[in-house]
């Protein structure tokens, strides 16, 4: 789901996250028999049936309880489904008055959150031993016309590296079926192939459910994964 950068007291930035992507796959992988931890953002959805949940408010909120799962036990996958808050500003201890709220919006210390994703794998995907298998997620805008899958996997493969993660799903938002705020949704799996290789690209397939979505990504993850769920 969102995070939420707080303005005021009662006053924040957020998204339109939904969570159910998250929690989709949070309950596909314990259907297939895993122990999943799941931290979620404010969202109104409830646990799956057999699932840890830690909800958490804020970006660092999150990137904290993060941190804590991957220290707590050894862990096979991390999803990064969430859609986390770009920015981080110092919050005005008291409710900003409606006639001073615009002056003062403009007056704030903006800055560039933490890239939470980025972080955890700088952390703990090097280094000897297992180490997670770390899995992004990507929404983008991206204009109808001939070029919306090459520019998918153009933006998707930026991410896979900038974020240095072992795989990426890449899909389209702000179209109807897709992302935010719908049941379906569709894209690209991006796998990160060994030896500095072109990345291996599966695409979803027309929009499916995000529960069958969750299911059909676990699966293309399962030789990843040591086999789990194949």
Request: proline letters at 7%.
């Amino acid at each position: 789901g969102p995070t939420r950068t707080y303005i005021d007291p009662v006053r924040f930035i957020s998204n339109a996250s939904t969570g159910a992507m998250g929690f989709a796959l949070a309950a596909a992988a314990r259907a297939l028999g895993a122990d999943v931890t799941l931290v979620a953002g404010p969202v109104e959805l409830a646990t799956p049936h057999g699932v840890r949940r830690v909800d958490v408010e804020t970006a660092a909120q999150m990137h904290a309880a993060l941190e804590q799962a991957l220290v707590d036990a050894p862990v096979d996958l991390v999803a990064m489904v969430a859609a986390v808050s770009d920015l981080e500003v110092d919050r005005a201890t008291q409710k900003l008055e409606k006639a001073a709220l615009l002056p003062t919006m403009a007056g704030l210390n903006w800055r560039r959150g933490v890239d939470i994703l980025a972080s955890l794998t700088a952390r703990h995907a090097a280094g000897p031993g297992p180490r997670p298998f770390f899995l992004g997620f990507a929404a983008q805008t991206v204009d109808e016309g001939p070029e919306i899958e090459g520019e998918l996997l153009r933006l998707g493969g930026a991410k896979l590296e900038s974020k240095s993660v072992d795989a990426i799903f890449v899909n389209r938002v702000g179209v109807p079926g897709l992302g935010f705020a719908s049941s379906t949704n569709a894209g690209y799996l991006l796998l990160r192939a060994p030896g500095g290789a072109p990345a291996t690209v599966q695409p979803s397939g027309p929009p499916m459910a995000k529960e069958r979505l969750a299911g059909w990504l676990l699966a293309r993850l399962a030789d990843r994964l040591g086999g789990a769920g194949a």
